[in-house]
């Protein structure tokens, strides 16, 4: 008999040389990962480093280019939602998958109801709950609807249902985006219980102190690949934040003009707060200047341009532009003093897609095409044809459908709205959201065009690249604030991810 | 940039003549379907009297079916317009019996008619707008009210017209002598009514602000809303010009049949919803034309004609008109759908 050899940890789950791309881009190239029965695996990295690509594969919702699965040592194949529920695998999102009108036994059971006869036997519904729940260690009202409950506890009955299904693996992407401090506690309370109980869980998260309070090991991808994995305690959050960002700026970014003359401000926002979103927010824009906003999901970046720009209400605070304060009752107020938005989602937000790409563009400025009451095509058709040349909108017709566009062309029909009738300040939210890498540059020169014609840029976006490349000053926000304000040059990827996620000194 | 907007102008023309294509493609079949019913009805179905009398009979589903079209691009829906004409009919019904100089009653009973028709869309309009209620739920509430209070207004019997000028609007001619070269006493002004409606409707919603923001915001509200347009307002001016169109086809209805009835506009809510469906409207909106509604009332009103000439019993006329409903937004289905495969 040889020496006893300590079995090699065989994981439960294993992918080796996963890759996927869309078109125009390489969402994951040949990742490893893989998952112990029992741990808490923490999986970090940037916007677009692959975690939602990988996340999806994992669960069945879409297959992978290439590459192997491997679960218990065998390789599977993941090919519906389904199979993925089969193998064990469970994924909590981050936008819950219940039931609102259902009660929580329902939820937890669904698609799995005890019957007795043709009727579903409640009290066995009700027991196999309650027996879940207990494993869980969590108490719930098993009876009462699901929309009555608050968010955390919304996110006990998902994991109740994962458990219910045997699951051997549970994601969470950013399970703790949405709960205060409290909960996350007891959030961590449980996943020590599922873990002990040999259930592993794999914590999707930008927030390093969770990370290093629940994970066993930490990997890290970035740009699509993976970067490596280790034992939590090997590692401080500064290394992690450096492996995440570890690269060198990608150059495709245009020379900013200076730093224009700062004397008057174009906009300027004074205790800007919207009970929930955004808190004592003041900040100044001058013409000429891109001001950058970063922050982590939810930090409130999207909410400040919405009530700048009228689309949601302000109940405190104050829009000034060029020093008179605004009124804002809604967007057409903003849109007649000259503000613009240029919303994060363009299809559910920006555009008609059902309409001409010409009937967009001139949608905020009608009246001046109308005269004596008759909209005059022709016009409309002269100037959108110049705006169309001149941003370079790739289509075979302005009178084709906006449906019909790249997104990269979708997303130029949308600054032409508010080309048409100058804006004086322009808001982006995420310019350059699913677009290939050639359209980005070509928004980037866009909005360094605007900037030299004195425009204000006001430019939220949760690529760190982008914000880093393309702002004169770079705002960060964390929980409704801006928590720092940096100036030209100062702001690193590592910095800013600190303000952003609360670990700077 | 010349080249650009001369591509424009072509893509335009394409565009124009692809509806031109495809309106000649109908009027020949229709054509093809004309003539055959006329053999079969030994000619009686194309005689000038005849296609008068269908003119005639679709005048009223046609003016309800052109301010439903304004709400269904908009995405809602007006299920009140049947009760309205009830309601707007006894109201000026009553306003002529209680008025003593002709003239002015006419002139009275045309404005309570419409301008209460327009109230009730306002009505309909405002919960849509300021809660965000379903128009299903609003009109529904409006089609059971209007037509309790026309019950409630006439004790439910009908209320007699004697007023002759009014009654000329739903049975008078106009232009005698052009009719007497074709062989017609004269254009019924029902028919005149209906076209002046049908065109004014087209220039509203084809050339106007008002009617591009229709399309708009049935084409995606948000994105509307936060293009600067006052969603608000559009909305409660289609459901109003819905309700006074409502009582504009009341008057015509009222006129030809002498008497303000309570009982009178039952269904027609759903006879121009079909009209507005088979013209080729989207129920999920943002999509539809003036023209495609009145070709859909005018399709409906040829199919009772054609149907009553060959004698088809009552009952089986209503099954022929639901299966033709339902193949033509079938038929339209899937030619958008052979489009978009291309």
């Given at each position: 008999m040889t020496d006893a050899v300590a079995p090699a940890v065989t994981p439960y789950l294993a992918m080796h040389g996963v890759s996927k791309s869309y078109p125009g881009v390489q969402a994951l190239s040949g990742v490893d990962f893989d998952v112990r029965a029992g741990e808490v695996h923490a999986l970090v990295g940037e916007n677009g480093a692959g975690k939602s690509t990988l996340v999806k594969i994992l669960a069945g919702a879409i297959q992978a280019d290439s590459g192997e699965i491997d679960i218990e040592g065998k390789p599977v194949h993941l090919s519906s939602p389904k199979a993925a529920e089969e193998r064990g695998i469970a994924v909590i999102y981050q936008e819950f998958n219940l039931v609102p009108s259902l009660n929580v036994a329902e939820n937890v059971m669904l698609g799995r109801e005890p019957v007795k006869g043709l009727a579903v036997d409640r009290p066995a519904l009700r027991a196999q709950t309650l027996a879940v729940l207990e494993r869980l260690g969590v108490e719930l009202p098993i009876v009462a609807e699901v929309r009555t409950l608050?968010?955390?506890?919304?996110?006990?009955?998902?994991?109740?249902?994962?458990?219910?299904?045997?699951?051997?693996?549970?994601?969470?992407?950013?399970?703790?985006?949405?709960l205060t401090q409290d909960e996350v506690g007891r959030l961590f309370e449980i996943i020590r219980t599922l873990t002990k109980q040999g259930v592993a869980v794999v914590y999707i998260s930008h927030r390093m102190d969770e990370i290093f309070t629940?994970?066993?090991?930490?990997?890290?991808?970035?740009?699509?690949?993976?970067?490596?994995?280790?034992?939590?305690?090997?590692?401080?959050?500064d290394d992690i934040i450096r492996l995440m960002v570890g690269r060198t700026l990608d150059a495709h970014f245009p020379t900013l003009p200076p730093d224009p003359p700062r004397d008057k401000p174009q906009l300027s926002v004074r205790g800007a707060t919207s009970p929930g979103r955004i808190d004592d927010v003041s900040l100044d824009v001058y013409p000429g200047e891109i001001l950058g906003i970063a922050g982590l999901v939810g930090a409130g970046r999207t909410s400040l341009l919405r009530a700048i720009c009228g689309a949601d209400p302000l109940p405190k605070g104050e829009v000034r532009l060029e020093g008179s304060p605004l009124r804002l009752r809604g967007p057409h107020d903003a849109i007649a003093a000259g503000l613009a938005l240029v919303t994060e989602d363009r299809k559910s937000q920006g555009l008609v897609l059902g309409m001409s790409v010409r009937e967009n563009v001139t949608l905020p400025h009608l009246e001046l095409f109308t005269h004596n009451g008759r909209v005059d095509r022709r016009e409309e058709i002269s100037a959108v044809a110049k705006l169309a040349a001149e941003l370079r909108i790739r289509t075979p017709s302005i009178e084709q459908?906006?449906?019909?566009?790249?997104?990269?062309?979708?997303?130029?029909?949308?600054?032409?709205?508010?080309?048409?009738?100058?804006?004086?300040?322009?808001?982006?939210?995420?310019?350059?959201?699913?677009?290939?890498?050639?359209?980005?540059?070509?928004?980037?020169?866009?909005?360094?065009?605007?900037?030299?014609?004195?425009?204000?840029?006001?430019?939220?976006?949760?690529?760190?690249?982008?914000?880093?490349?393309?702002?004169?000053?770079?705002?960060?926000?964390?929980?409704?604030?801006?928590?720092?304000?940096?100036?030209?040059?100062?702001?690193?990827?590592?910095?800013?991810?600190?303000?952003?996620?609360?670990?700077?000194? | 940039m010349a080249q650009a907007a001369a591509a424009a102008g072509d893509a335009l023309k394409r565009k124009g003549r692809a509806s031109l294509y495809r309106i000649v493609g109908i009027i020949v079949g229709l054509v093809v379907l004309l003539v055959a019913v006329n053999v079969a009805t030994h000619g009686d179905f194309l005689a000038p009297g005849n296609v008068l009398n269908i003119l005639r009979q679709i005048a009223v589903n046609a003016i309800l079916a052109t301010g439903q079209t304004f709400v269904i691009i908009t995405a809602g829906i007006d299920l009140s317009v049947g009760s309205l004409v009830a309601l707007t009919g006894v109201l000026m019904a009553g306003t002529l019996a209680g008025i003593h100089t002709p003239w002015l009653a006419v002139l009275v009973a045309i404005v309570v008619g419409i301008a209460v028709g327009g109230g009730a869309g306002a009505i309909n309009g405002t919960p849509v707008v300021k809660f965000g209620l379903p128009p299903f739920i609003t009109t529904l509430a409006m089609m059971l009210m209007a037509r309790g209070v026309?019950?409630?207004?006439?004790?439910?019997?009908?209320?007699?017209?004697?007023?002759?000028?009014?009654?000329?609007?739903?049975?008078?001619?106009?232009l005698p002598t052009l009719g007497r070269l074709v062989h017609i006493p004269g254009i019924p002004v029902p028919i005149v009514i209906m076209v002046a409606v049908v065109v004014a409707a087209s220039f509203v919603l084809g050339q106007t602000r008002f009617g591009r923001y229709v399309y708009a915001i049935g084409g995606n509200e948000e994105a509307a809303r936060l293009s600067g347009i006052?969603?608000?307002?559009?909305?409660?001016?289609?459901?109003?010009?819905?309700?006074?169109?409502?009582?504009?086809?009341?008057?015509?209805?009222?006129?030809?049949?002498?008497?303000?009835i309570p009982q009178s506009g039952l269904g027609y809510e759903l006879q121009s919803i079909a009209a507005v469906v088979?013209?080729?409207?989207?129920?999920?909106?943002?999509?539809?034309?003036?023209?495609?509604?009145?070709?859909?009332?005018?399709?409906?009103?040829?199919?009772?004609?054609?149907?009553?000439?060959?004698?088809?019993?009552?009952?089986?006329?209503?099954?022929?008109?639901?299966?033709?409903?339902?193949?033509?937004?079938?038929?339209?289905e899937l030619r958008k759908r052979y489009l978009a495969a291309r």
């Open positions: 608050a968010v955390a506890q919304q996110q006990m009955v998902e994991i109740a249902k994962a458990l219910s299904v045997n699951a051997r693996v549970i994601i969470m992407d950013e399970p703790s985006a949405a629940i994970a066993d090991r930490i990997t890290v991808f970035r740009d699509g690949r993976y970067v490596e994995t280790g034992d939590a305690k090997n590692y401080t959050p459908l906006a449906r019909n566009l790249s997104g990269g062309n979708q997303q130029k029909v949308v600054l032409a709205k508010w080309l048409l009738e100058k804006a004086k300040v322009i808001c982006f939210d995420e310019p350059t959201r699913g677009i290939d890498v050639g359209a980005k540059a070509e928004i980037y020169e866009l909005m360094v065009g605007l900037c030299r014609g004195g425009a204000s840029i006001i430019m939220a976006s949760s690529e760190l690249p982008e914000v880093l490349g393309m702002s004169m000053r770079l705002a960060v926000m964390r929980q409704g604030r801006i928590v720092h304000v940096f100036a030209r040059g100062e702001a690193t990827q590592e910095s800013v991810i600190r303000f952003a996620t609360g670990t700077a000194a | 026309a019950f409630m207004f006439t004790n439910g019997a009908p209320i007699e017209i004697d007023n002759a000028g009014f009654n000329d609007l739903g049975s008078g001619l106009l006052a969603v608000g307002r559009v909305k409660l001016g289609v459901y109003i010009i819905s309700g006074a169109l409502a009582g504009l086809a009341s008057l015509l209805l009222a006129a030809r049949l002498n008497s303000g088979v013209g080729g409207t989207s129920l999920m909106g943002g999509r539809g034309s003036i023209g495609g509604t009145f070709v859909g009332a005018l399709l409906i009103g040829v199919l009772y004609n054609v149907m009553n000439l060959l004698n088809v019993q009552s009952y089986a006329q209503e099954v022929v008109l639901g299966a033709v409903i339902l193949v033509a937004v079938l038929l339209d």
